[in-house]
């Protein structure tokens, strides 16, 4: 088989055991336990305003949850963070940089059809409608996003692994990277007619690095269709990578034998390098990356090599230098 399958490491161990990644079952039973009135006030970060009113539209049939259940938490132990406030406080360019706004602004965003275009250097380029999509085994992952501005959250994805799509088209043995583009349609993104960023956003991944086995591609969170505002109808998530690597709503999935370009390295190369994996020991020019705010916590916490997945993906780094690589 002409692919990359054969020079990826597959990881021993799972990361997260299948226990602590809780059935979606187990979700929706312990939604709602906790009264969500009480925890905001006493959670809430000074100055994110989450819980301020701000509500998300409900997908019919299937309850919000209101709070963190106790239970269910990282294979750290970390507990995962309020749907609240995973579905309050984004980074969505294309609507606002608002972080508070996102949810709002994006209620009316269409979602269906929507189809993903997988092609480039691949011996089967196809045309995905979404729903074909789901058809790859669905997974649960509850991973920590590490966002370059030095705020973290838990948060309990469903998706499906990116190999699993990438072995279906079968790359050609000339491939080595993955890039990604964002729908790009100005008339429901605002943010996509102003000239300061080179829309659409697109991001990019070695190939390596999107066969491992934690690259997910989220469908959904918290047992629900993924939200608007978190990236729907699919978007990336790479958890050891700072989040804007973790690219939202992907219309289009190419292979190419050059490193493809991005839309943070493109404006600000020295800021935001293509490989962005968390890294406590190389600063952004601009702020020090050695501690985070947890949303929902009021310390600060140290910040984790690879964002706490060293074990599992340290190896795919073997004799790079990260602070020249960053
Ligand atoms: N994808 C698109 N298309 N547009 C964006 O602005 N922001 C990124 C990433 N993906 C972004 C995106 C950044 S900076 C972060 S931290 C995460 O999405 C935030 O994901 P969340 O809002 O689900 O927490």
């Given amino acids: 088989m002409d692919n990359k399958l054969k020079h990826v490491a597959v ?13 979606r079952r187990d979700w929706l039973k312990t939604m709602g336990i906790a009264s969500a009135a009480t925890l905001l006030a006493a ?8 819980g301020s009113g701000t509500t998300v539209s409900p997908t019919p049939g299937i309850p919000i949850p209101d709070s963190a259940p106790g239970g269910v938490s990282d294979e750290l132990g970390d507990p995962a963070n309020r749907f609240e406030e995973i579905t309050n406080y984004n980074n969505y360019y ?75 088209v079968e790359p050609m043995s000339s491939a080595e990277y993955v890039a990604f583009t964002t729908l790009y349609d100005p008339g429901q993104y605002p943010g996509q007619s102003g000239p300061f960023y080179p829309w659409p956003y697109t991001e990019g991944l070695r190939l390596d690095e999107a066969y491992h086995r934690l690259t997910l591609v989220a469908t959904g969170l918290y047992g629900q269709p993924l939200p608007n505002q978190n990236g729907a109808p699919l978007r990336l998530v790479v ?13 289009k999935i190419e292979l190419t034998e050059q490193r493809p370009e991005t839309l943070w ?39 984790l090599m690879f964002n706490g997945y060293s ?16």
């Fill in 11 to 23: 990881p021993s161990s799972e990361i997260t055991s299948e226990s602590a990644y809780f059935s």
């Fill in 94 to 168: 294309e609507f606002t940089t608002d972080k508070e706004g996102v949810a709002r602004l994006s209620e009316g965003f269409q979602t269906s059809p929507w189809s993903v275009e997988v092609g480039g250097l691949v011996h089967n380029p196809k045309t995905y409608a979404v729903e074909d999509l789901l058809r790859f085994e669905q997974k649960e992952r509850v991973y920590r996003l590490r966002c370059v501005e030095a705020w973290s959250m838990v948060i309990p994805w469903q998706g499906f692994e990116l190999g699993d799509l990438l072995q279906e």
């Fill in 311 to 326: 074990e599992e993906v340290a190896s795919l780094y073997t004799g790079m230098d990260l602070s020249v690589d960053y």
């Fill in 43 to 50: 959670c809430a970060p000074r100055g994110t305003g989450i």
């Fill in 239 to 251: 958890p050891w990578k700072y989040g804007f690597k973790s690219i939202k709503a992907i219309v």
């Fill in 265 to 303: 390295n493109t404006i600000a190369p020295g800021e935001y390098g293509f490989y962005s994996n968390v890294n406590p020991g190389v600063d952004h020019p601009r702020w020090s990356q050695a501690s985070e705010r947890r949303i929902g916590e009021l310390n600060r916490r140290a910040t």
